[in-house]
């Protein structure tokens, strides 16, 4: 499955840099495209001042607004700046729905992993979260839609919003968590859809074989891996609708 990794003008915990550097290296390894949506180059600029890297992305995408003085300092390297798009969508789509849509019409991608999208401590970004956390769900369908896929049929279609002790999931079938570390997992389920049920779920202290997600109720939240556990699974119920698998660690 290709996948591309994009990288939002949000929240990176520049304590851990050695995650992020991690992060990229596997995308590079696995020649995914590596997609900026604006702001977002600021980590590969972090990155490189601290760990003496020399990281680039591939593409750098969006109104530029807020990188311009972060770009220049990219001009030597390998990266396509994509800027028939300034001034072309009058703020239709976010910088985040440009890279989407970017990665999977132009990139072929069938799936994308996020970085920077949760909000910064110090500020009131709730909004910017939540428009973060639909763009898994606005991939697929930007990918349903290259395809002409009506809604009877299923694609195939990953994302995930990644985090240094954090990772979201957009589930549409089944999901295998791994342990990540010797504390505690615990693993919430969260939805937008009316009809999300569960066909059943494996090493989770309390078992969600039946269960109706409801988007109303917050009875799915904060289950945990049973102690011994080394993954845990969920699976979801034939013609059920997705849904958003959060799986925290606490660190050790």
């Known amino acids: 499955m290709k996948l591309a990794l994009i990288f939002l003008n949000g929240y990176y915990d520049l304590r851990y840099p050695e995650f992020y550097k991690a992060e990229i290296e596997w995308g590079l390894n696995h020649q995914y495209p590596l997609i900026c949506a604006d702001g977002g180059i600021r980590l590969f600029h972090e990155l490189n001042q601290s760990l003496g890297g020399r990281y680039s992305p591939n593409v750098l995408i969006g109104d530029l607004d807020s990188c311009a003085s972060f770009a220049e300092r990219f001009s030597g390297a390998t990266m396509e700046v994509v800027r028939e798009w300034v001034g072309k969508t009058d703020?239709?789509?976010?910088?985040?729905?440009?890279?989407?849509?970017?990665?999977?019409?132009?990139?072929?991608?069938?799936?994308i992993i996020i970085y920077g999208g949760l909000p910064r401590p110090d500020s009131y970004e709730t909004d910017h979260f939540l428009g973060n956390l639909k763009l898994m769900r606005f991939g697929r369908r930007v990918k349903r839609e290259c395809k002409g896929v009506d809604g009877e049929r299923e694609i195939l279609w990953k994302a995930e919003m990644r985090d240094v002790f954090q990772t979201i999931h957009f589930v549409?079938?089944?999901?295998?968590?791994?342990?990540?570390?010797?504390?505690?997992q615990r693993v919430s389920l969260l939805s937008e859809h009316a009809n999300v049920f569960v066909e059943n779920s494996e090493n989770l202290r309390w078992s969600l074989a039946g269960l109706h997600v409801d988007p109303d109720l917050g009875n799915s939240l904060?289950?945990?891996f049973l102690p011994s556990a080394e993954s845990a699974?969920?699976?979801?119920?034939?013609?059920s609708d997705p849904v958003y698998v959060i799986h925290n660690w606490q660190v050790t």
């Open 233 to 239: 699974t969920v699976r979801l119920a034939p013609n």
């Open 91 to 111: 703020k239709d789509y976010t910088d985040g729905q440009l890279a989407a849509t970017h990665a999977v019409n132009k990139c072929g991608v069938n799936g």
């Open 172 to 184: 549409v079938s089944e999901l295998n968590l791994p342990r990540r570390n010797d504390g505690l």
């Open 222 to 224: 904060r289950n945990e």
